[in-house]
């Protein structure tokens, strides 16, 4: 009797939810040693670009350990090997299993569903710099298959957002048509390369930051086996100049300094390096002791990655970040085993050996700067949190290219500089900014405003940050007279892209408990006098679960107390608020209320 074939049509959510049947079967296979996926058969020893990390994880396993599911997804497929796939998934418009959410990360893609049922992409720019054409067709691209703007982000990035499934594809394949990328900007990988927005036109700097920026970025992209990390990992580069870059916050940081001459060592401009930056977890970079010649800049980089690919945890992802593994280990063991990576010893010198970093100028980021080139200035552009739209940027871009020297550099305050502006140009420049609805001046509250996604596009934050930091923007903004320079950074978890530790005025998203039931709201939890670079310092918290309708009034009569018993008008918010303690800062805030 001939039987006829069973047709079942599945839904998504049932191809998704078999997809992931399957793949767990194929980890568990290959985890006892059956074969299938990367293991060909049990005691093989890895091998190819991917042998590090496969050695990491059978490390674990060996030790009777569970990988966390992220390393399970790369084991049993690594990302680069699943493009068809998620070719596949564009032409069916279809959104991806958690695993393929996870992979599509190392294409720079988010799916960040329930938020937004829609992915999120985001590029690299290495030192924040790009073309104005770049800029240009990055808005033809949103236009045409995102939602209608972008963002700059806090590691001076651009990224997109609304991307339906089916254009994931025509995205970031357009990106590259650009000269631009999107590949390893997100998941366990090396994010963008960040250096000092103004390089090789700063007039205090000690070094150009863009070349080696560059070559770190570049040697990234050509060599797989730095992808797939046990944690996201990043780096960045500081030249001294005027505007800071928070190395500090960073995995490796390299801040140019001053060598002098005396030291057994060849004075002149050196990188001094910190590890282990991370202020979300409440750490920033420790000195080392160390200095690198710029043009090993990349090599000692790579070194110490690869000494946290074979160190770092893959079992708990809370724990998985460099921070950790010189916690466990200790400081000179692990740089012991960087030091075996590279074939010989880093260079040491003591303190005293080093120069002091110029300062930086808190407001360079917005508004007319003088270059050291003659008859040059740099215009800092502020975009409201950070975001632009699709006309915005291409008039921005045409500014560029028609009045500046045709750069675009994105800065770690989420706003842009246009470069090379000729002094006779400079008021045609700021007229045609400032009638695309830019402004190229704004008060010290707005200037440092920083906000990340928040909820309306984030699955992970907790409050809508941006809408709750445009209030507290117009509501401060003329009712409170701040005449010296405020960061005020609010971040919708615990991932910190805000930053939130380390501004003046610092707010963290919690769901704030309303009434006798289980009732929440959306609010936060407010640190104060947090600082970077010579301040560099974690927030303390003076408020906790305020109700994020009350942020506004809060920012506002902490202000007011500022400017009522500060020592002189010299005394910045941040010496203020480092005077006293959290419980006396509340006290002095509630009681100017009450007057």
């Known amino acids: 009797m001939k039987i006829d074939p069973l047709s079942v049509d599945f839904t998504d959510e049932q191809k998704r939810y078999l997809e992931g049947f399957a793949t767990g079967l194929q ?26 990390h496969l050695k990491a994880q059978d490390k674990v396993l060996a030790s009777g350990k569970k990988l966390a599911d992220q390393e399970k997804f790369k084991r049993e497929e690594h990302p680069f090997d699943a ?84 254009h994931a594809i025509a995205l970031i394949e357009g990106i590259q048509e650009l000269g631009l990328c999107s590949r390893g900007s997100g998941a366990d990988n090396i994010r963008n390369v960040t250096g000092t927005p103004t390089a090789g036109i700063d007039p205090q700097e000690l070094i150009d930051t863009r070349e080696y920026a560059r070559e770190w970025h570049y040697h990234i992209l050509n060599d797989r086996s730095l992808y797939g990390l046990p944690r996201k990992f990043n780096v960045a580069f500081d030249g001294a100049g005027q505007i800071a870059v928070l190395e500090d916050t960073n995995d490796i940081a390299f801040a140019a300094v001053e060598v002098r001459d005396g030291f057994s060592v060849e004075p002149g401009v050196w990188f001094r390096l910190g590890i282990g930056g991370i202020t979300g977890h409440k750490d920033f970079a420790r000195e080392t002791g160390i200095i690198v010649r710029p043009a090993d800049a990349t090599r000692v980089a790579d070194a110490i990655v690869r000494a946290f690919i074979d160190t770092g945890d893959r079992t708990n992802r809370l724990k998985a970040r ?29 303190a005293e050996a080093l120069g002091r970093r110029p300062a930086f100028d808190r407001m360079a980021h917005i508004g007319v700067r003088r270059q050291k080139q003659e008859g040059l200035s740099w215009i800092g552009v502020s975009l409201p949190l950070g975001k632009a739209t699709c006309e915005q940027m291409r008039a921005l871009a045409k500014i560029a290219r028609d009045l500046g020297d045709g750069d675009i550099r994105l800065t770690v305050w989420q706003n842009l500089l246009i470069s090379g502006v000729r002094d006779e140009s400079l008021g045609v420049a700021v007229a045609a900014i400032e009638k695309t609805g830019l402004a190229v001046k704004a008060s010290q509250i707005r200037a440092g405003l920083i906000a990340c996604t ?72 407010l640190f104060a006098g947090g600082g970077f670079g010579p301040d560099a310092d974690l927030g303390q918290e003076v408020y906790r679960d305020l109700e994020a309708e009350d942020a506004p009034k809060t920012v506002e009569k902490l202000l007011n107390a500022y400017l009522a018993h500060r020592i002189s008008k010299d005394e910045t918010f941040l010496t203020f608020a480092r005077r006293h303690d959290g419980e006396t800062l509340r006290r002095l805030a509630d009681a100017d209320t009450l007057k």
């Open 83 to 166: 493009y068809p796939r998620l070719k596949q998934q564009a032409l069916t418009n279809s959104s991806p299993s958690p695993a393929d959410n996870f992979r599509w990360r190392y294409y720079g893609l988010f799916y960040v569903a329930p938020a937004q049922d829609s992915y999120m992409c985001r590029l690299r720019i290495p030192n924040g710099v790009l073309k104005h054409w770049q800029l240009s067709g990055v808005a033809d691209l949103a236009e045409k298959f995102c939602g209608p703007y972008c963002h700059v982000t806090t590691r001076a990035n651009l990224q997109v957002r609304e991307i339906p499934p089916k």
């Open 27 to 52: 980890i568990s296979r290959v985890g006892r040693g059956f074969g299938g996926g990367v293991t060909v058969k049990a005691n093989t020893e890895p091998v190819g670009p991917d042998a590090a």
């Open 454 to 525: 928040g909820n309306a596009g984030c699955k992970f934050a907790a409050s809508d940050t941006k809408r709750h930091a445009a209030a507290i923007g117009d509501w401060c903004d003329g009712r409170v007279e701040i005449d010296t320079p405020l960061n005020i950074h609010l971040t919708g978890c615990h991932h910190s892209c805000a930053q939130h530790y380390i501004s003046d005025i610092g707010l963290i998203a919690a769901k704030v408990p309303v009434g006798a039931g289980d009732d929440t709201v959306e609010g936060y939890h």
């Open 322 to 350: 460099l921070k950790y593994v010189i916690d466990r280990m200790g400081m000179e063991k692990f740089l012991a085993l960087v030091e075996e990576k590279l074939g010989h010893a880093l260079t040491r010198v003591p």
